[in-house]
């Protein structure tokens, strides 16, 4: 038996952060490329963009600097605020796995594996 759990933010009743969003910030950290992070996450580019439109748009604040170059100059790289809204999600997030792991054994005895 499996407890599994999803966590996303909402902004007005919108979501605006969870477990896929946050790996494309992550993979636009690590590739320096939003078109390199929607490939290994296996998504369009034009859906990344229109991700990151939104998320900007509802929290209010730019996530990604995008520079434009073409094959050899262009870019991206998480702002500020992008990095703290990681940072925050994830220590929410681990916090309440944490939380779920504690109280699934309670119920269940400690046999538990959650995903």
Known sequence: MEIRSKIWLEVDG??????GRCS?????????????ASKQLHIS???ALSYIQTMEQR????LV???TGGRH??????????Q????KYEKLE?????????RYAKVFGNNKKRR
Do not use: C, Q, W
Request: positive net charge.
């Open 59 to 62: 929290f209010g604040v730019k």
């Open 73 to 82: 100059g262009g870019g991206a790289t998480l702002t500020r605020d992008a």
């Open 24 to 36: 494309l910030l992550h993979g636009i950290e690590k590739f320096g490329s939003i078109n390199k």
């Open 94 to 102: 681990h916090g309440i796995n944490k939380m779920l792991d504690r």
């Open 14 to 19: 919108e979501p605006v952060l969870g477990g």
């Open 45 to 47: 580019y034009r859906k």
């Open 65 to 67: 600097d995008r520079r």
């Open 84 to 87: 703290e809204y990681l940072k």
